[in-house]
């Protein structure tokens, strides 16, 4: 996933708070063929987060479910490593439930993989309806799907709700038009471990898919709901980057909504988007 500039964000940013096209303004994130995928394990102590294969990947081994959970499942071209990974790491040799937090290539590539052998695949039903089509989008070249019926997600959602996986509740819910139109959140109480999906990325800025329901209004939305679950001290996983906690999502909360505000005020006041970065309004938030 190629990061976003400063720059190209900012403008991005002023063109989906007006609801405008993006047009050819965000780069295409995901390579055609990508590079063989370099796994890396990190032990949460109760889970573990496998990096490397395309986004963020969390498991867990279930109890009597007979099986592990999958949060994400990475590129495609990455699928069967990602896989024999969860399997060494959990000792279980199936997945009993994958979960996509949206429809992009790098959530749902072990989509077909899982489905074909008898798993359980859950998302929103937006994802799902994704899924059974080919898109366009913000985030890469050309489209992507149709997925074999095997990779459609067999259980959906619309609105906020609950489930349990190896005695754990977990809390899941819908974040409307935030980084596509099929976003969820994870949140395990027990564990206070929040995991956000696309919407939240560490090390680099958020994207926005446009073509697929996205805009900065929803971001901020997402944003704001996320900050009501999550305490200092909460695990937050991220989509992209590392491991990061309650504090630094709130950082991120502030700094967007003054972004969000203050794009607002310069576009009323007639400036276009050149003159927004080259104000550069994200200036005190760099480090």
């Known amino acids: 996933m190629k990061q976003l500039s400063r720059r190209t964000f900012l403008s991005a940013s002023s063109h989906l708070l007006g609801a405008a096209t993006l047009g050819s303004s965000i780069a295409p994130l995901v390579s055609a ?8 394990r990190v032990d949460l102590g ?5 990096q490397g294969g395309g986004c963020n990947v969390l498991t867990i081994p279930g109890m009597q479910e007979d099986g592990a959970l999958m949060i994400d499942g990475g590129l495609a071209a990455h699928s069967p490593a990602l896989l024999n990974e969860v399997r060494e790491i959990t000792g279980q040799d199936r997945i009993h439930t994958l979960i996509n937090t949206h429809f992009h290539p790098e959530q749902t590539g ?3 993989a899982v489905g074909a052998a008898g798993g359980i695949i859950f998302a929103h039903e937006n994802t799902r309806m994704c899924l059974q089509n080919s898109l366009l989008s913000a985030t890469y070249d050309g489209r992507y799907g149709p997925l074999a019926d095997a990779g459609i997600p067999n259980k959906t959602f619309r609105s906020d709700g609950k489930m349990k996986f190896a005695g754990q509740e977990i809390i899941y819910g ?7 139109n099929g976003d969820l959140f994870l949140y395990f109480p027990i564990l206070d471990t929040l995991i956000t999906g696309g919407p939240v990325t560490v090390g680099q800025w958020p994207v926005m898919d446009i ?3 996205a805009w900065m209004g929803g971001l901020m939305t997402a944003y704001d709901k996320l900050s009501h679950i999550v305490s200092a001290d909460t695990v937050v996983i991220p989509a992209h980057g590392p491991v990061t906690n309650g504090t630094e999502l709130m950082r991120m909360r502030n700094m967007y909504t003054d972004l969000h505000l203050t ?6 006041l007639g400036m276009g988007w050149d003159d927004v970065v080259a104000k550069n309004p994200l200036q005190q938030h760099e480090k």
């Open 33 to 40: 063929q990508p590079a063989p995928a370099e796994l890396v």
């Open 46 to 50: 109760y889970a573990w987060l496998i």
């Open 110 to 112: 072990s989509n077909e």
């Open 174 to 180: 819908y974040l409307p038009a935030a980084h596509t």
């Open 211 to 213: 073509r697929q329901g």
């Open 263 to 268: 794009l607002a005020d310069e576009l009323n």
